[in-house]
């Protein structure tokens, strides 16, 4: 199974950016990577994705315009770049791994993906 790790999180006042990595084991170019995030309270939603063998990103209508993800196949990376942040962008950051084998996208079903990272906390300010 793939390791995920993320990083970058932290805090951050309201119109500011902040970069998370996603740093998988292995990737190949049939991989997807997709970036979840849960808010207290909240159902955990995906956000964005990526598929490596066209570096082909897709977005959540809430993040789409501000958030760009990027993948980078040689350091086996996908970054989300995240700006004019908001206090609704307060919550726990995923990201998340499969092949997209047979599918003919990459999905932002969370039921999907089997490799988990832990998570990076994102907080935003007034």
């Known amino acids: 199974q793939v390791q995920l790790m993320e990083s970058g999180g932290g805090s951050v006042q309201a119109g500011g950016s902040l970069r998370l990595s996603c740093a998988a084991s292995?990737?190949?170019?049939?991989?997807?990577v997709a970036w979840f995030r849960q808010a207290p309270g909240k159902d955990r939603e995906g956000i964005a994705n990526?598929?490596?063998?066209?570096?082909?990103?897709r977005y959540h209508a809430s993040v789409r315009g501000r958030f760009i993800l990027s993948p980078n196949r040689a350091k086996n990376t996908a970054d989300l770049q995240m700006s004019n942040l908001t206090p609704e962008d307060t919550a726990i950051y995923y990201c998340?791994?499969?092949?997209?084998?047979?599918?003919?996208?990459?999905?932002?079903?969370?039921?999907?993906?089997?490799?988990w990272g832990q998570g990076t906390q994102v907080t935003v300010s007034t």
């Open positions: 998340a791994s499969r092949p997209r084998g047979l599918m003919s996208f990459c999905s932002l079903s969370q039921s999907l993906y089997e490799s």
């Open positions: 292995t990737t190949s170019g049939d991989t997807c």
């Open positions: 990526v598929y490596f063998g066209d570096g082909l990103a």
